[in-house]
């Protein structure tokens, strides 16, 4: 693969992964004032705790989105390049025309070898021939 399509495929990994870090990120932002009313004074343990929940529930959510968008960003950006890069290695319509190719060389050296042994039989006949009309004086 050259230079320029593992650059393609690379900026396309990092705006995927940019892109749902930021939205993980959003997700844990969000999460953290949304439990920053457990930081409060005079609360009890189960108080602050039921304050938390929400909060630590949605930062929870934005770690598990970031995991997985990591991981879903990798397996679609090295699907998209092997699948490109096999395109050119396996490309049907070029291994077509180099077995077509092959196949037209294979058969016009076959002509050619027909047509010597051909001549040479003809030549072969004249010799014969020659030979046995001189021979009956």
């Known amino acids: 693969m050259?230079?320029?399509r593992s650059a393609v495929h690379a900026g396309k990994y990092f705006?995927?992964?940019t892109l749902l870090g930021v939205v993980a990120l959003?997700?844990?932002?969000?999460?953290?004032?949304?439990?920053?009313?457990?930081?409060a004074d005079g609360l009890t343990m189960g108080e602050r705790v039921s304050e938390a929940v929400p909060g630590?529930?949605?930062?929870?959510?934005?770690?598990?989105?970031?995991?997985?968008?990591e991981s879903w960003a990798l397996y679609?950006?090295?699907?998209?390049?092997h699948e490109e890069a096999l395109s050119d290695t396996y490309d049907?319509?070029?291994?077509?025309?180099?077995?077509?190719?092959?196949?037209?060389?294979?058969?016009?050296d076959m002509q050619n070898d027909l047509q010597s042994v051909n001549r040479e039989l003809r030549?072969?006949?004249?010799?014969?021939a020659f030979d046995f009309g001189g021979s009956d004086d």
């Open 15 to 17: 705006l995927l992964t």
């Open 123 to 128: 030549k072969l006949k004249e010799d014969d």
């Open 56 to 69: 630590l529930a949605l930062a929870a959510v934005g770690v598990a989105v970031y995991r997985f968008g």
């Open 92 to 108: 049907t319509e070029r291994v077509k025309s180099d077995i077509v190719s092959v196949l037209d060389d294979r058969l016009s």
């Open 2 to 4: 050259d230079a320029k």
């Open 26 to 39: 959003a997700l844990v932002g969000y999460g953290a004032v949304l439990a920053e009313p457990a930081l």
């Open 76 to 81: 679609a950006t090295l699907t998209d390049a």
